[in-house]
């Protein structure tokens, strides 16, 4: 497997404002901040929503977060958006929220539980001016429970959730996730009971509240944890890069320095791994034969195959690894995964024009889930911030009353403060 930088003109795209994806002539009211509502609503932008971010003066906390003084993590999350700024502080601002809230057919917020109901747009407010309104309300710990006023960034989910005890090796520490890993659980589970409701809205006419906690999200997804528990007593030890399920799988070093992602998930793989190491007699070795043997002898075939990989360079052991039939693959950083063949012919990795990026162009990921009939779009840049205020508030509003609230500091322009 090769890994030559593709031509950067292979993956280049142009915004295309006139665009519509699936999702075209939703409206999406987001006042949301951080991850978890930002990835939600970022895949319904993909696919034709009409996002409106609904932001503070000093914008969406996102904004803050930069590299090389360039709002990275802004620039890719809420790409396909629009931005109002609003002082919600203000009785006037919440009255704009109000008529937004009307017309639309999605609204989502990421505020402490009750903070929505002391502004005035507690869900019964909503569902009474909107009663096909879905409303999804994104929190640590959810908005029932003992823990619904507790602080719910999602380092605290990741280790409470039963993550990070899984996560690591036996000897050392657990580990928490290096990224969003419960916000964007939270945002992807967030954007499917988004589109279940919104089909039951449809349907019937009726609104309804997702109560979305980071915990649940990733909760869900280590099962069968808690089945496994249940049965065996036994807690599920931290491996490292190892399975409890199937062996050998594991993460070897090759003798350039190169690392090696292998899984021999059935009998048929680990039979070939063997004759490709030119190791074939171990097939038969009553320590190998079978997977419950192997995992009972792990560290003598997790030392065979580092041994063998050990004598070969990464891209040697790759090439002879594929033409056999083994299940193994490189492990990727992102200065790889830059300049992979793969990545750009399947335009996982996409570049758009961006003024302020080193050459003027901004790499993102492309629209994810792909669809065949109903591709996912790039409609616009992240905008700035209340970039869209006139365009969306003086139809709704009309042009007297939003210069008004302009003068009145309640709707607002300009870049975030520091």
């Known amino acids: 497997m090769e890994h030559t930088r593709p031509q950067s003109a292979k993956r280049r795209r142009d915004f295309d404002p006139a665009a519509r994806g699936a999702l075209d002539g939703v409206r999406v009211v987001d006042l949301s901040r951080l991850v978890a509502g930002n990835m939600l609503t970022k895949v319904l932008a993909d696919h034709g929503a009409e996002v409106l971010k609904v932001e503070p003066p000093a914008g969406d906390s996102l904004r803050a977060w930069k590299v090389g003084g360039i709002e990275t993590a802004w620039k890719t999350w809420c790409r396909n958006k ?20 009307a017309t639309a057919a999605i609204f989502v917020e990421s505020f402490r539980p009750g903070v929505l109901e002391e502004m005035g747009l507690g869900p019964e407010v909503l569902l009474d001016l909107n009663p096909r309104l879905v409303i999804v309300r994104v929190s640590g710990w959810g908005q029932t429970g003992p823990f619904r006023h507790k602080p719910g960034f999602g380092t605290l989910v990741e280790g409470y959730a039963g993550f990070a005890a899984l996560n690591g090796f036996a000897d050392r520490e657990p580990v928490l996730p290096p990224m969003f890993m419960a916000d964007a659980y939270a945002g992807l589970y967030g954007a499917s009971a988004a589109m279940i409701a919104l089909h039951h809205a449809t349907a019937t006419g009726e609104g309804q509240v997702v109560d979305l906690s980071l915990f649940e999200p990733i909760f869900a997804v280590l099962e069968p944890q808690m089945a496994n528990w249940r049965v065996s007593g036994q807690v599920k030890p931290r491996t490292g890069s190892r399975s409890t399920n199937t062996a050998p799988r594991n993460a070897y070093r090759t003798r350039d320095g190169g690392w090696l992602s292998l899984s021999t998930s059935t009998q048929a793989v680990f039979v070939r791994l063997m004759h490709s190491i030119g190791r074939p007699e171990l097939v038969d070795d009553p320590r190998f ?29 790759l090439a002879k690894f594929d033409r056999d039939g083994v299940t193994i693959g490189p492990i990727m950083d992102v200065s790889d ?41 790039l409609r616009n840049a992240a905008p700035k911030l209340g970039a869209d205020n006139d365009t969306i508030l003086a139809p709704l509003l009309g042009a007297a009353e939003l210069a008004r609230l302009r003068e009145a500091a309640v709707v607002l322009h300009g870049d975030p403060k520091p």
């Open 289 to 317: 034969r079978s997977n419950p043997d192997r995992l009972a002898n792990i560290e003598v075939i997790d030392g065979i195959i580092r041994d063998a990989l050990a004598q070969m360079d990464r891209d040697e052991a």
């Open 337 to 377: 995964l830059d300049a992979d063949d793969y990545v750009a012919a399947r335009e996982a990795l996409v570049e758009v024009p961006d003024a302020e990026m080193p050459g003027g162009w901004l790499p993102m990921h492309g629209e994810v889930p792909r669809l065949s009939a109903t591709p996912g779009i």
């Open 82 to 101: 629009r931005s109002l700024c609003l002082d919600l502080r203000r009785a006037e601002a919440i009255a704009v929220v109000k008529h937004l809230a």
